[in-house]
């Protein structure tokens, strides 16, 4: 089963909110990543983070790996339409090929 | 291929059918991922190749599923005698070197 704890489940905004999602785990991560999905389709990554501590940007989203290694967030900011999907949080053990585990996900609905 | 493919996008089946599901990674990608993806769930880890080496199968639910890759390219993951709780989208995904997933659109397979 999975070992992410990913909040909130589901977030529901007006346009031009930002928007804050993390996930939690009870395991060290060497590797954070931040995908999106839209209906119908496979994960497509937004962000990786590979050190403790680190803050990393693409255009309006900011994702920071957590000190202690077991957690991170993600912050959406002056959403869009277009923003509407799913988020979900992927932690890896370490480097190479090592499997992703996923959160379940945060669903974001946005208003116009 | 400029992404990955796969085939079916969709399948419905009889429970006690078999399945054949066909994933085309990005041209020259040596390592290749199946993921089980429940509905409302996150992605969870099936099984990884590297070139035609299955070097990870612990996500293989049962004896029921098995997943190749004899030429080191094309994947074929096979579900044998279906059942509906294998009611699922399967995702693939490439990568060049066991990070920087790139995942296709999957197939939904529905056991009725």
């Known amino acids: 089963g999975q070992q992410l704890n990913q909040s909130p489940q589901s977030m529901f905004i007006q346009e031009g909110e930002d928007v804050s999602m993390n996930c939690t785990s009870s395991?060290?991560?060497?590797?954070w990543l931040w995908y999106k999905q839209d209906p119908g389709e496979g994960p497509v990554l937004l962000i990786a983070?590979?050190?403790?501590?680190e803050l990393t940007s693409n255009g309006r989203l900011t994702a920071q790996f957590g000190i202690t290694r077991k957690d991170s967030f993600l912050n959406i900011s002056a959403s869009i339409p277009s923003d509407v999907g799913i988020y979900f949080c992927?932690?890896?053990?370490?480097?190479?090929?090592?499997?992703?585990?996923f959160g379940a996900g945060t669903r974001l609905a946005v208003h116009p | 291929g400029a992404g990955v493919s796969q085939s079916p996008r969709y399948k419905v089946a009889k429970r006690g059918q078999d399945v054949a599901l066909r994933c085309d990674p990005i041209?020259?990608?040596?390592?290749l991922f199946w993921y089980q993806q429940a509905l409302g769930q996150g992605p969870e880890f099936l099984t990884y190749?590297?070139?035609?080496?299955?070097?990870?199968k612990s996500g293989l639910p049962s004896d029921r599923f098995f997943a190749e890759r004899p030429e080191g390219s094309v994947s074929t993951l096979k579900i044998q005698r279906t059942q509906q709780e294998d009611s699922a989208v399967y995702l693939c995904?490439?990568?060049?070197?066991?990070?920087?997933?790139?995942f296709g659109s999957g197939t939904r397979l529905t056991v009725v």
């Open positions: 992927a932690g890896q053990f370490s480097g190479g090929y090592n499997k992703l585990i």
């Open positions: 983070l590979y050190k403790a501590g």
């Open positions: 995904a490439s990568s060049l070197r066991g990070d920087g997933y790139t």
């Open positions: 190749f590297q070139n035609e080496a299955q070097l990870d």
């Open positions: 041209s020259g990608h040596v390592s």
């Open positions: 395991s060290i991560f060497n590797t």
